[in-house]
T-cell receptor, first 114, second 111 residues
């Protein structure tokens, strides 16, 4: 049973560029959430996707956008990259109808903006 | 809004017991989670509390008091591999199943 997978593992971009990060949820899960974790901080909620729509959004600008596909996988897009976007980007999956709705995290994508 | 507070760092001795506290203020409440995160790795689920009281899972226990907005994670018989960050996260009731995390407590276990 594959867990949550993310690609790429690491990425280096320059300011102003655009980036796309990918996530495949745990088998059987239908909901994907994205988090940004700066060094030494806890993860910050970006947004969540269910049924190919954004269900809820955290305090992030419109430069951050996403998409969910019919197979439940998801992409996070960040436009006009800033130095402050350097962080670990975590994807978490869950089952919307599950009991405690435990979220399973992927290994993350480490984004460095130069 | 949400405000989650936990100590930044703690140090404890191998074989001992350590308690990591978390206080929270949220607009809604639908459960509190504890995650363990080793450096450079993804958070892994430790425990979940939605009702008041103690939940025990082997060497790990978690306590919740909703009226006080307070939780703690208790780690017994500490091992060197328990050196990690411990993240307290609250799920609010206002929307989807997203979590609001504290900054994490970095625990160092010394021999």
């Amino acid at each position: 049973d594959a867990g949550v997978t993310q690609s790429p593992t690491h990425l280096i971009k320059t300011r102003g560029q655009q980036v796309t990060l990918r996530c495949s949820p745990k088998s059987g899960h239908d909901t994907v959430s994205w988090y940004q974790q700066a060094l030494g901080q806890g993860p910050q909620f970006i947004f969540q996707y269910y049924e190919e729509e954004e269900r809820q959004r955290g305090n992030f600008p419109d430069r951050f956008s996403g998409h969910q596909f019919p197979n439940y996988s998801s992409e996070l897009n960040v436009n006009a990259l800033l130095l402050g976007d350097s962080a670990l980007y975590l994807c978490a999956s869950s089952l919307v109808s599950g009991g405690d709705n435990e979220q399973f995290f992927g290994p993350g994508t480490r984004l460095t903006v130069l | 809004g949400q405000n989650i507070d936990q100590p930044t760092e703690m140090t404890a001795t191998e074989g001992a017991i350590v308690q990591i506290n978390c206080t929270y203020q949220t607009s809604g409440f639908n459960g509190l989670f504890w995650y363990q995160q080793h450096a450079g790795e993804a958070p892994t689920f430790l425990s979940y509390n939605v009702l008041d009281g103690l939940e025990e899972k082997g060497r790990f226990s978690s306590f919740l008091s909703r009226s006080k907005g307070y939780s703690y994670l208790l780690l017994k018989e500490l091992q060197m591999k328990d050196s990690a960050s411990y993240l307290c996260a609250v799920r609010d009731q206002t929307g989807a199943n997203n979590l609001f995390f504290g900054t994490g407590t970095r625990l160092t276990v010394i021999p």
